[in-house]
């Protein structure tokens, strides 16, 4: 049973840096491309950024251009959002999510479409203060 858990989240005030943290469990974590995805109040989920299944190619949303970066730790099973230079319309609540591979391939690539992942977190909350 795959199970991604995010942690990190918390009140911060523009101009600041979070990182955010999703452990997978319960998967082969170097064949599933990995991505984040957020939900401002009042909006609906939108794309934050994504990196391929052996880490060698990324993607972003143009409001994140320049600030946000993804990582992925394949030996810890772990994937990071580094957030720096915040802004207000970046508060969301913030979802890990896993792209299975497709059959037996060993590679998954990047994707901004939401519903090209099988697996999510549950969220976690990233209010940034002016």
């Known amino acids: 049973q795959v199970q991604l858990v995010e942690s990190g989240g918390g009140l911060v005030e523009v101009g600041d840096s979070l990182r955010l943290s999703c452990a997978a469990s319960?998967?082969?974590?170097?064949?599933?491309?990995m991505g984040w995805f957020r939900r401002p109040p009042g909006k609906e989920r939108e794309f934050v950024i994504s990196?391929?299944?052996?880490?060698?190619?990324?993607n972003h949303a143009d409001s994140v251009k320049g600030r946000f970066t993804i990582s992925k730790d394949i030996a810890k099973n772990m994937v990071y959002l580094q957030m720096n230079s915040l802004k207000p319309e970046d508060t969301a609540v913030y979802f890990c999510?896993?792209?299975?591979?497709?059959?037996?391939?060993?590679?998954?690539?990047?994707?901004?479409?939401?519903?090209?992942?099988?697996?999510w977190g549950q969220g976690t909350q990233v209010p940034v203060s002016s």
């Open positions: 319960g998967l082969t974590f170097s064949r599933f491309s």
């Open positions: 990196i391929s299944s052996n880490g060698d190619s990324t």
């Open positions: 999510a896993a792209r299975s591979p497709a059959g037996s391939l060993s590679y998954t690539p990047v994707s901004a479409v939401a519903t090209a992942y099988q697996h």
